[in-house]
């Protein structure tokens, strides 16, 4: 989940190219992923970026696919989070 804005933004936090963690480096909206540099759009899933090695090699994990799932966030009146999956 990140915050951008006043807004929260909840997204698969795996990269498409090789299944590594996304959430770790976050700049407003964009998750780069920290192995190979793709960049994601955590309002959308959207790649907007490709992946700097190897980008010809198809993804190890095939059932991960961009644009990575989101998920709507919502801020309850006791100031919690949820996230619809």
């Given amino acids: 989940m990140v915050k951008y804005g ?3 933004y909840g997204m698969l936090a795996i990269c498409a190219h090789m299944g590594c963690a996304l959430l770790t480096d976050v700049d407003g909206y964009v ?3 920290p192995a ?5 759009d955590v309002r959308t899933g959207e790649m907007i970026e490709k992946p700097q090695v190897r980008p010809e ?7 991960v ?3 990575l799932p989101t998920y709507k966030v919502r801020v309850t009146q006791d100031g ?4 619809d999956v």
Avoid: G, M, R, S
């Fill in 6 to 8: 006043d807004n929260y």
């Fill in 31 to 33: 998750a780069t992923c």
């Fill in 36 to 40: 190979h540099q793709a960049k994601y």
């Fill in 57 to 63: 090699v198809k993804c190890e994990y095939a059932d």
């Fill in 65 to 67: 696919k961009a644009p």
């Fill in 80 to 83: 919690f989070l949820e996230i």
